[in-house]
């Protein structure tokens, strides 16, 4: 009978190149998430706490009070307090939206001033108003590039 040779082992041998990438998939997705972690916010302009006043240099045609009464509702008028021009009510999120109103408003200044830098709008949220609330009006105001937005108290209006 043949001897079995015995001593004829062979050595396994482990290629590595799909860990290497495995590692590289890993590092890439960590990178990524912590970056989308970090948080995102705007600036706030706030003036200065001096007791200097600025005139009223606001038009009245092109000034628009946003009144947030919560739940997404949002009561406005256009023009001054005492003598609006138009009133309304608007909601934040749906048809009939506060962002569709804005939008018509600066094209309505725009055909009567032939610019939209008078364009200014009072935010005055009211008791009722959640914080998400006021900053979603506040991201309108970025997104649709109002350059003069004022936030006001709306019980000391009343």
């Known amino acids: 009978m043949a001897a079995i040779n015995t001593n ?14 495995l590692g590289f998939l890993l590092i890439t ?5 912590t ?6 916010a705007f600036g706030l302009h706030v003036p200065d706490d001096n007791d200097v006043l600025v005139p009223n ?16 509702i ?3 008028y256009e ?16 048809q ?8 018509d408003k600066r094209k309505r200044i725009i055909e009567q001033l032939h610019t939209d830098s008078n364009y200014t709008v009072l935010i005055a949220p009211g008791i009722e108003a959640s914080y998400k609330e006021i ?8 997104i649709l590039d109002i350059r003069k937005y004022v936030l006001i108290d709306a019980t000391a209006q009343k």
């Not at 004829?8 to 990438?21: K, S």
């Not at 606001?58 to 919560?70: P, Y």
């Not at 900053?135 to 970025?142: N, Q």
């Open 135 to 142: 900053i979603d009006v506040m991201d309108e105001m970025r």
């Open 74 to 76: 949002v009561d406005y």
């Open 29 to 33: 997705f960590f990178i990524f998430t």
């Open 57 to 72: 240099q606001t038009i009245e045609s092109a000034t628009i009070t946003l009144q947030m009464k919560g739940n997404g």
């Open 79 to 94: 023009g001054f307090e005492n003598h609006p021009i138009q009133k309304g009510s608007l909601t934040l999120y749906k």
């Open 8 to 21: 004829d082992t062979r050595t396994a041998r482990v290629d590595f190149t799909p860990m290497v990438d």
């Open 35 to 40: 970056e989308l972690s970090k948080p995102k």
């Open 96 to 103: 009939n939206s506060l962002r569709d109103h804005l939008v």
